[in-house]
């Protein structure tokens, strides 16, 4: 929803967090905004308090990120708003949502940013790319975790790189093992003898093997 009418920027001027220049094609989001796209009732609370009085907020860069260091989930308007993809490239998170619900195709750009983060790199990787990357592969293998969910929703293989990294946690080197591989390995085993819990799992799924 973009605000339109000399007579509303020039009133939103005067009212707009904080000191913002308003333009043409800005985003303006009000609390009508967001309770007519049925926002939850704590964002809309929290996003008066962010606004301390004042009638709306143009959705900027800076501002973006001022919402979302108050706890405003501003990747909410993705897709129910004209959503600047500016802002969106500021951020993994809003990167992934754009690229899913606004341009409903991989693009370069999104890609770039949402592997900044391995979640959101794995996240793109299943839902906006839907086959396996170097680049989000390797975003995602900054984490166990997220390397070994890579391995078996992304891939849908084994390799090497994605359990190195999960063998850096117990948990996830047993589910690599479990899930990925679907065989006991030195590598996995040594690192499930990290923590007694996964070790037993381990011997109990494997047995002797």
């Known amino acids: 929803m973009t605000a339109t009418g000399g007579g509303v920027y020039a009133s939103l001027q005067r009212v707009l967090l904080p000191q913002q220049e308003v333009l043409e ?111 989000t592969r390797e975003a995602a293998c900054q984490d166990p975790y997220w390397a070994y969910s890579y391995a078996r929703d992304v891939d849908k293989a084994p390799r090497d790189e994605t359990r190195e990294e999960s063998c850096k946690d117990p948990y996830c080197a047993y589910y690599y093992a479990q899930d990925v591989d679907e065989a006991p390995r030195d590598d996995t085993r040594e690192a499930v003898c990290e923590d007694p819990k996964w070790r037993t799992r381990y011997i109990q799924y494997f047995g002797g093997r």
């Open 25 to 135: 094609d800005s985003m303006i989001v009000t609390v009508e905004l967001l309770e007519s796209l049925d926002a939850c009732k704590n964002q809309v609370e929290l996003f008066k308090k962010f606004l301390d009085g004042k009638l709306g907020l143009e959705l900027s860069p800076s501002n973006a990120l001022r919402a979302k260091e108050f706890g405003l989930d501003v990747r909410w308007l993705i897709g129910k708003a004209d959503f600047p993809r500016e802002v969106a490239l500021l951020d993994p998170y809003l990167a992934y949502s754009y690229a899913l619900h606004v341009d409903k195709a991989p693009r370069d750009e999104t890609r770039e940013v949402a592997c900044k983060n391995p979640k959101w790199a794995y996240n793109y990787a299943v839902h906006v790319d839907k086959v396996p990357r170097n680049d």
